[in-house]
């Protein structure tokens, strides 16, 4: 593996690792990202943390590295529609009072080279 791979792989990783810990840090406003029509929010929320800590540490390891970056595309795949509405909602960030409607459309949008940048460092 090149060090510039490496090195993208481990940041990709600690990223992950650390939006799992802002959705403990900040579980009410992460709450509000997802529809209300889906029962039990803040336990969604504290799922997809600990989803986040997990697939970031099998980004790690050479063993589980391939895997981990194909859940991690699904994974991704999966929140997308979270994002979506919370930018459709207006939704401010959960550490913030008030919404950025550029970063709240930035985010489903960038969702792809997230993506493609998880699938090519976990080759």
């Given at each position: 593996m090149s060090i510039f791979k490496t090195i993208t792989l481990y940041i990709f990783a600690i990223?992950?690792?650390l939006a799992g810990v802002a959705h403990f840090v900040y579980d009410e406003g992460f709450a509000v990202m997802i529809p209300d029509f889906l029962p039990?929010?803040?336990?969604?929320?504290y799922i997809t943390a600990i989803m986040e800590w997990m697939l970031s540490l099998f980004l790690i390891f050479p063993?589980?590295?391939?895997?981990?970056?194909?859940?991690?595309a699904i994974f991704l795949l999966a929140v997308l529609p979270a994002n979506i509405?919370?930018?459709?909602?207006?939704?401010?960030?959960p550490w913030s009072d008030?919404?950025?409607?550029?970063?709240?459309w930035l985010r489903p949008l960038l969702q792809p080279l997230l993506i493609w940048w998880v699938l090519a460092v976990s080759k």
């Open positions: 990223a992950l690792f039990y929010q803040l336990e969604l929320v063993q589980t590295r391939r895997a981990a970056g194909i859940a991690t509405y919370a930018a459709i909602i207006g939704a401010p960030a008030e919404p950025n409607l550029i970063l709240l």
